[in-house]
Nanobody, 118 residues
Framework: VQLQASGGGLVQTGGSLRLFCAAS????????MAWFRQAPGKEREFVAA????????RYADSLKGRFTISRDNANNTVYLQMNSLKPQDTAVYYC????????????WGKGTQVTVSS
């Protein structure tokens, strides 16, 4: 599975961004998917995950209510809608594929930079 994240950019505090993760090589529907992020000088942390059947989701407690993960298996794409962004959301965001509940990823894509200005 090859994964490619996109959609990052520079946004002001309170703004929104939608990240995309496009998969190729195998059907995305075979895997649970997740987003992780890594801020400068910090360890990679879990953001959100969604199961293969699009029925279960889970989020980092600190992000509930602001971020929404979704997927379109027909188009082999996973999304992360990020609202009410804060400067502490600044990080490189990575998508990953694997097994539910996605405590860790088996396949990883290159990240996309999200920068939130204050």
């Amino acid at each position: 599975v090859q994964l490619q994240a996109s959609g990052g950019g520079l946004v002001q505090t309170g703004g929104s961004l939608r990240l995309f993760c496009a998969a190729s090589g195998r059907l995305l529907s075979a895997y649970a998917m997740a987003w992780f992020r890594q801020a400068p000088g910090k360890e990679r942390e879990f953001v959100a995950a969604i199961d293969w059947g699009n029925r279960r989701t889970r989020y980092a407690d600190s992000l509930k209510g602001r971020f929404t993960i979704s997927r379109d298996n027909a188009n082999n794409t996973v999304y992360l809608q990020m609202n009410s962004l804060k400067p502490q959301d600044t990080a490189v965001y990575y998508c990953a594929a694997g097994a539910w509940p996605m405590m860790r990823g088996h396949y990883w894509g290159k990240g996309t930079q999200v920068t939130v200005s204050s």
